[in-house]
């Protein structure tokens, strides 16, 4: 049985099925989030047959608010005959944020993510065969003139090896806007960005300018493209994906879990 409770206070939670594709996961999660409103403060714990969940350096599992331990539920929830750690991506999330075995600070996680912006997926393109070439075009450009007009920043592509220009300002623009988020939040974006290869469409993914689906496909459009020409592993190309795209979404939810609580509590004050 898995349960949630704040503090010391347990209710049981229902199951939610098996989740079998990280977009229905991503969706029924975010709606439950949203209409439920049950960003409570307070510490929440998750219980495993009566037991405390704990992390693996010993802590007492807690987390901020009820729907992420919701979400971690859900995952415990679904494990069956044997556990599988790596389809627990939201936990192990909160694990990293409550052990924090690197000892990373902020700064850290912003650097890190920032590092990324020069070796961006969107701004890397081919100048052969053509139809790739025309693909990217039609593809990306339509996402980095969204994100340059929604964080007026300026990005240059590269058709060489060679690192394309990233401006300053650019650089400092993305920077102040990652240190809004919140330490946890943050190791969600890092996720996202280091399954995509891509702070461009991480940030599209978070303000929801695409879904998770779109936004897997558009990171991995030259090996889909190869794989179209001279064919594929059929099973072995689809858990990749599938795999790529459960990491992605947990990692989105996992932002948003942990960035709209402050929004809704101060609408809360408000009326």
Same mark, same amino acid.
């Given at each position: 049985m898995v349960g949630v409770g704040l503090r010391y206070t347990f209710r049981a939670v229902a199951g939610w099925g098996n989740i079998k594709h990280a977009r229905l996961f991503e969706n029924q999660l975010l709606i439950h989030f949203k209409e439920a409103r049950r960003f409570i403060p307070g510490k929440y714990e998750v219980n495993l047959d009566q037991k405390k969940l704990k992390t693996p350096l010993g802590r007492v599992f807690q987390v901020p608010n009820e729907s992420l331990a919701l979400a971690v539920a859900n995952e415990w929830d679904t494990q069956k005959d044997k556990i599988q750690p790596d389809t627990m991506n939201i936990t192990g999330l909160c694990y990293t944020a409550l052990d924090n075995p690197t000892k990373k600070t902020k700064e850290?996680?912003?650097? /890190?993510?920032?590092?990324?912006?020069?070796?961006?997926?969107?701004?890397?393109?081919?100048? /052969?065969?053509?139809? @790739?070439?025309? @693909?990217?075009?039609?593809?990306?450009?339509?996402?980095?003139?969204?994100?340059?007009?929604?964080?007026?920043? /300026?990005?240059?592509?590269?058709?060489? @090896?060679?690192?394309?220009?990233?401006?300053?300002?650019?650089? /400092?623009?993305?920077?102040?806007?990652?240190?809004?988020?919140?330490?946890?939040?943050?190791?969600?974006?890092?996720l996202a960005v280091e399954n995509l290869k891509s702070i461009v469409l991480t940030l599209s993914l978070i303000d929801r300018f695409l879904d998770v689906e779109t936004a897997v496909s558009l990171s991995r459009l030259e090996v889909e493209f190869q794989t179209d020409q001279w064919g594929k592993l059929e099973w072995a190309h689809e858990l990749e994906q599938t795999q790529v795209q459960s990491k992605v979404a947990a990692a989105v939810i996992f932002v948003h879990l942990n960035s709209e609580s402050t929004e809704y509590l101060k609408k809360c004050m408000k009326r």
């Open positions: 850290n996680s912003v650097s /890190e993510i920032l590092e990324f912006l020069g070796t961006d997926t969107l701004c890397y393109r081919v100048n /052969e065969p053509e139809r @790739l070439k025309q @693909l990217q075009k039609d593809k990306w450009d339509p996402v980095i003139d969204w994100f340059q007009q929604r964080y007026q920043v /300026e990005l240059k592509v590269s058709n060489s @090896l060679l690192v394309p220009v990233i401006p300053q300002q650019t650089k /400092e623009t993305l920077q102040r806007h990652l240190f809004s988020f919140s330490d946890w939040a943050l190791l969600g974006v890092s």
